[in-house]
T-cell receptor, first 115, second 115 residues
Framework: DSGVTQTPKHLITATGQRVTLRCSPRSGDLSVYWYQQSLDQGLQFLIQ???????AKGNILERFSAQQFPDLHSELNLSSLELGDSALYFC??????????????FGPGTRLTVL | KNQVEQSPQSLIILEGKNCTLQCNYTVSPFSNLRWYKQDTGRGPVSLTIMTFSENTKSNGRYTATLDADTKQSSLHITASQLSDSASYIC??????????????FGSGTRLSIRP
């Protein structure tokens, strides 16, 4: 158990809909990262927040947005969903804003299925 | 362009046998390299982390090597067990002022252990 929690574990929705994924980082971690992993694909970095502020952006679509709240939990919002958005969405956390490889702890993921 | 390439893409071996997974990277300037194990549908779990000055790092039956000159790393698994069946991901981060966008993930090697 990494200490990072994600909800829900599974989510099934229809095209055009909007969903919200939630992540709670490890106790004491200030940075939260979101990753997308499509079937048989590698992890794609979406966005990072540090202590409530956006820190870095990766390949995140304009239909997607995220925020980190004062209690440090984060939410990833996906709107106007398309079939291709079906994937595993992972959240990771780290203590610092400079996440070197290995300082990140991953949550169990949310499996999103868009029908 | 910063890239991490892993080989083979997939590998099947018999239980009890050894195997070696390869990772070649072009990330510069190099900071560190980590190997993750990812069980199907689960979040990645860190196995080892190696910095520039380290050549070998062991974690039980897992031994990682790093050749910073040739920019290659390998993960050797000894006396494989059925529970070793998973994807193994090589992750390299760039040094200096860094953010999550400087963490480069390989696409992984899918290892299957057969009884």
């Amino acid at each position: 158990d990494s200490g990072v929690t994600q909800t829900p574990k599974h989510l099934i929705t229809a095209t055009g809909q909007r969903v919200t994924l939630r992540c709670s980082p490890r106790s004491g971690d200030l940075s939260v990262y979101w990753y997308q992993q499509s079937l048989d694909q590698g992890l794609q970095f979406l966005i990072q927040y540090y202590n409530g502020e956006e820190r870095a952006k990766g390949n995140i679509l304009e239909r997607f947005s995220a925020q980190q709240f004062p209690d440090l939990h984060s939410e990833l919002n996906l709107s106007s969903l398309e079939l291709g958005d079906s994937a595993l969405y992972f959240c990771a956390s780290s203590v610092t804003r400079l996440a070197k490889a290995g300082e990140q702890f991953f949550g169990p993921g949310t499996r999103l299925t868009v029908l | 362009k910063n890239q991490v390439e892993q080989s083979p893409q997939s590998l099947i071996i018999l239980e009890g046998k050894n195997c070696t997974l390869q990772c070649n990277y072009t990330v510069s300037p190099f900071s560190n390299l980590r190997w993750y194990k990812q069980d199907t549908g689960r979040g990645p779990v860190s196995l080892t982390i190696m910095t520039f000055s380290e050549n070998t790092k062991s974690n039980g039956r897992y031994t990682a090597t790093l050749d910073a000159d040739t920019k290659q790393s390998s993960l050797h698994i000894t006396a494989s067990q059925l529970s070793d069946s998973a994807s193994y991901i090589c992750v390299v981060s760039a040094s200096g002022y860094s953010s999550a966008s400087k963490i480069i993930f390989g696409s992984g090697t899918r290892l299957s252990i057969r009884p």
